[in-house]
């Protein structure tokens, strides 16, 4: 394992911004690759909807033959599959991604696996085949509608609320505060971002900003294109402080703080929950745990907001503050 680091210049300071909504493509990178590999728990309930039976083992077939050759889990894949449209939503990503250059497109499979001499699926797309850019196109889609689509209210929220989380840091400590706040992933020594990652390398931004963009499905390191001529951006863990176990403890100077209880409800906080969610993260009673949040709104910790027949609550900037100094890193 390497170390990216990412130099910045004080007009890159001034062009970073965090993203708002989720990329489907990253989402969709990213959950093939958590699907090739790894399974970890806290993805156990969007695993139990994807399809089943029959259909399920098309699905799984789908991915095995056409989605995971064009984008292995690995050191690399193809910066194509990703583009900066995808911010704009799935359709304007899918139609940049089959619009990609051929020569393009080409160098980069190139990278994945040996093409020359090479028959099968992914030399053909190499070649530029039209039949066999459909069928990427065809099977993005059907992957975003079977295995994104149906979850995407909860990948928006988990993603939101990280926004919202950050937007707050960034507002009262400007975008150094927001990038030192991403510790551990992410590690602010000015002016140098850095992350772990599969090779070292050094990333100038000169002069084009960052674009920091919270994802649902990345749940281990933190990621950016291969090509340093790209639109700067780096993909990383969304919603860090909730999604650790139930019943883990919280760092020990919010502890002394706020109490073990509290802090811990202010931990699963984090990330915007509602009250039943978070009575689940902190294994409590559903009015206990409206109690606990209660508390922590009367003192200026979290704020509530009524959702439809929910409620959902999200730290305040000073609550971010006390997460962001608080949380123990592993």
């Not at 098309?58 to 995971?68: E, K, P, Q």
Request: with cysteine; glycine share 8%.
């Amino acid at each position: 394992m390497g170390t990216v680091r990412i130099h910045f210049t004080s007009a890159d300071l001034a062009r970073t911004h965090i993203a708002a909504e989720p990329d489907p493509l990253w989402e969709m990178m990213c959950s093939l690759h958590l699907l090739q590999g790894e399974k970890p728990q806290s993805y156990s309930e969007w695993r139990r909807t994807l399809p089943r039976g029959p259909e399920g083992e098309r699905f799984r077939h789908l991915i095995r033959t056409t989605l995971a050759p064009a984008a292995p889990r690995g050191a690399y894949f193809p910066d194509f599959m990703t583009p900066i449209e995808g911010l704009a939503g799935f359709e304007a990503g899918l139609e940049a991604v089959l619009s990609t250059p051929r020569r393009r497109m080409r160098r980069e499979l190139e990278l994945v696996t040996p093409l020359r001499g090479s028959a099968g699926w992914i030399a053909s797309l190499a070649r530029g085949d039209a039949a066999d850019i459909a069928t990427l196109g065809a099977a993005m889609q059907t992957y975003y509608e079977r295995a994104l689509l149906p979850y995407w209210p909860t990948i928006r929220a988990r993603v939101r609320a990280e926004y919202l989380l950050r937007s707050r840091l960034y507002a009262d400590d400007g975008v150094t505060g927001l990038l030192a706040s991403l510790r551990p992933k992410l590690r602010w020594e000015p002016p140098v971002l850095e992350l772990s990652g599969p090779v070292t390398r050094e990333v100038h931004l000169n002069g084009r900003g960052l674009t920091l963009i919270p994802s649902y499905f990345n749940w281990h390191n933190p990621m950016l294109m291969y090509d340093p001529e790209l639109p700067p951006i780096v993909i990383y863990p969304s919603g860090r402080f909730g999604s650790l176990p139930p019943g883990s403890p919280p760092g020990k100077a919010l502890a002394d703080l706020l109490g073990t209880t509290r802090a811990a409800t202010l931990r699963a906080v984090a990330d915007g929950c509602t009250t039943t969610e978070l009575a689940a993260r902190t294994g409590v009673s559903r009015s206990t745990a409206s109690e606990h949040a209660g508390v922590l709104r009367s003192a200026g910790l979290i704020t509530t907001q009524r959702q439809g027949l929910s409620v959902w609550h999200t730290p305040t900037a000073l609550g971010a503050h006390l997460l962001s100094a608080g949380h123990p890193t592993p």
